[in-house]
């Protein structure tokens, strides 16, 4: 398999909230709790029993592991199918440079 990555991905165990944004620019207000499997500086993935649109847009809140609260828009890119659930990759299309540079750090440390 070809890698397209374009940052190395950090399994992480945390879990995120998920706020549909519409074209339109209307928030649908619906939340949803994921399971992420890994992050990186430019994108996510996780899973989730719902299923969600590949190309729509979600206002994310991520809870990192010192327990802040990074807030990103993302763009559903991939989606897989196993066993009833579902498997998502995302890009980051919208994240303050700071909270992108605390997930470096975390790069950092995890290498360590």
Do not use: P
Not at 41 to 65: C, H, N, V
Not at 97 to 112: G, M, P, S, T
């Amino acid at each position: 398999m070809v890698e397209k990555r374009k940052c190395k991905r950090l399994d992480l165990s945390v879990s995120i909230q998920l706020e549909r944004l519409s074209n339109d620019g209307i928030m649908t207000v619906k939340y949803l709790t994921v399971d992420v499997s890994d992050i990186s500086k430019s994108g996510i993935g996780f899973s989730a029993e719902q299923e969600l649109e590949i190309g729509t847009y979600y206002d994310t809140k991520i809870q990192i592991w010192t327990k802040e609260v990074i807030d990103a828009v993302i763009q559903i890119v991939r989606r897989t199918e196993k066993d009833g659930r579902y498997q998502y990759g995302a890009t980051f299309i919208g994240m303050a440079e700071r909270d992108a540079l605390k997930i470096d750090i975390y790069e950092i440390f995890n290498e360590l």
